[in-house]
């Protein structure tokens, strides 16, 4: 898999999947999960609520998908991130997570192209070092038949200047 570093929003991205930074009510937020939902529509939102009525809430760690509504996506795949307590490793393992089981997920769908955002490390804290050595360490060890390329969409200068080193 090629990994690409685009500055921007990810609402903007024409990849087949888009990652969303969720919470585990599914139902919106602030940050990119609400740029997303105010972008995307509201069909986004009535998939996230059917899924909460099949299978409850989405736990950290977990991916969902739905369509992208207005979005230039096919689909949104929705992932929790976990809140930074402070517990490196386990916070570490459920970021993880977020990666492997969203990538898991846009495998399955046949994704050539899937762009992430820095999951975790607006509101919920994560140190964003960290979480970039993380994402980039989980999307390269991830063997793939069906995804081409990755990219990690960064929104703020610190994330980016993060991800240039970790992916030069
Ligand atoms: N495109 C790309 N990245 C963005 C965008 C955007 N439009 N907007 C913000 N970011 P956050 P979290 C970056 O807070 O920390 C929500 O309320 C931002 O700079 O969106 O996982 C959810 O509902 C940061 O680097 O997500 C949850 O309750 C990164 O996205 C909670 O926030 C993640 O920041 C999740 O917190």
Known sequence: MKTEL??????????????NAANSSLLGGGGVDGAIHR???????????????RQGKCNTGEAVVTSA???PAKYVIHTVGPVWN????????????????SLQLAEGLGVKTIAFPNVSTGIYK?????????AV????NFQSENIEKVIFV???DE?????KKLLD
């Open 6 to 19: 685009i500055k921007g929003d990810i609402t903007k991205i024409p990849a087949d999947a888009i990652v």
């Open 39 to 53: 972008a995307g529509g509201k069909q986004i939102l009535e998939e996230c609520i059917q899924i909460r009525n």
């Open 69 to 71: 509504g207005n979005l």
């Open 86 to 101: 402070g517990e490196e490793n386990k916070c570490s393992k459920l970021l993880e997570d977020c990666y492997k089981n």
């Open 126 to 134: 994560f140190p964003k070092e960290l979480a970039g050595k993380i």
């Open 137 to 140: 360490e989980t999307v390269r």
């Open 154 to 156: 960064c929104f703020d």
């Open 159 to 163: 994330n980016e200047k993060i991800y």
